[in-house]
């Protein structure tokens, strides 16, 4: 993966995403701790237009690593 010398605008945007997510609602539950949790739709939903307006887009790019297929 190429990556830039500088995160400039990349920390500003999301710097202006960060100010604009809400907290995702913990509708998860972990029987073995009693605990609740917010499960990745939950973080998902929150996160989508924040990030998209400050131009900013998640991925999960596959590669191989010992002849298995991961996601980085």
Known sequence: MKMSDSIAQLAEALSKAQGQIDD???TGINPHFRSKYADLAAVRSVI?????????????????????VEVE
């Open 48 to 68: 989508r237009e924040p990030l998209a307006v400050n131009d900013i887009s998640v991925i999960q790019a596959p590669r191989t690593l010992d002849g298995e």
């Open 24 to 26: 995702a609602t913990k």
